[in-house]
C-alpha cells in the first residue's frame, strides 16, 4: 500500500476538504447524494465498505460502479489501469508513540508493557489511492451484486434499522415539527402520513436518531449532552454529524429522496462558508457520523 511521506496531516485535511468543497461547488452534496442501487462503495477485492469520510469522498463521484481497488489490487487480479484514469485517495489514521519527558519514540509493544501514564500517544494522518473500477481493463465484473440490500423492501429495510437500534430513545409521532430532546430522550416527529413520501419520512427519522446517539447515556457527544446555543460553532458541528450520519443510513437502506435536495443552494452556501475557515470539520463530522451509524446499526466496526 503506497502512502505519501511528503504531506503533514493537515496538508491532508486540506486536500480533502478541498476535494468536498469542488463537489458542493458542483451542486454535489455528498452525504445527501442519492446512492447506487443502494450499493455503498467498497472495496471490489475484499468487499469492505468504506467508511466516515472516505465514504463520502467516494460517494460524491457518482460512479456507476461503486467498487474501488489499489494499483497493486488491481494487478493482483490480473487487470490494468486505463491510461490517464484518475485515482482518488483514501485516508486511515495511523500513531507512534513517545516516552513522556524524553521524548524518546518507542515501538507498539514497547509502549504496551510501559505504564501508560509514561506513554504520549500521537496520531497522524496518511492516505492511499483507488481506482474506480470501471477505470480497469481486464477485470472480471461479472456477478457483481446489489451486497447490502438483497431482496428486501426498502422501506422494510428502514424500519429494521429504526427498530434494531440499541437503547433507542422514545419516538412520537406527534405535533408537525421533527426534532431530538436530550431532555427526555424522546424523537418528535409527525405521522408518515403528514410526509411526501416514506422514503422523507424516514430520511428525517435517521437525523433525529443520529442525534439520539449523542445523549449521555450513548455516545456522549457534546454537541448533545451540553446545552449549546442555535448557531453555535458546536450546534453546527452536530447538524453536519446528523446529516452525514442520516445519509449513510439511507445508504445502508438504499432509499433517497429527490425533493430534499430541491432549493440547496443556500444549504450548498452555509456549508462551503464553514468548510472553508475550518478543514478538519469534515474530517471530525464524518467520523462522528460513522460512529453514530455503528451505534444504531449495532456493528462493531474491527
Known sequence: MKTSKKKTTGDIAEMVTAMIIAKLEEGVIPWKKPWKNGVLPQNFLTKKIYRGIN???????????????????????????????????????NYYYKQKGSGKRISDIEAMQIDHALVVKTAFLKYYRVFNVGDCDELDLSGLENTNLGNKPKIDLCEEIVGTMPDPPKISNSGSEAYYSPLTDEVCIPAISKFDSSEAYYNVLFHELVHATGHVSR???????????????????????????????????????EKLLSNSAAYIQAWLEKLRSDKNLIFEASGKAQKAVDYILDICPF
Open 55 to 93: 465514504l463520502l469522498i467516494l460517494h460524491s463521484f457518482g460512479h456507476e460502479l461503486p467498487y474501488y481497488l489499489t494499483f497493486k489490487q488491481v494487478q493482483s487480479m490480473g487487470g490494468k489501469v486505463k491510461k490517464g484514469a484518475t485515482s482518488i485517495p483514501i485516508t486511515y489514521w
Open 219 to 257: 455516545l456522549n457527544r457534546e454537541g448533545v449532552s451540553v446545552n449549546q446555543g442555535f448557531g453555535s460553532e458546536v450546534y453546527s458541528k452536530e447538524e453536519l454529524i446528523a446529516e452525514i450520519g442520516a445519509g449513510i443510513l439511507s445508504g445502508y437502506a438504499g432509499i433517497s429522496d
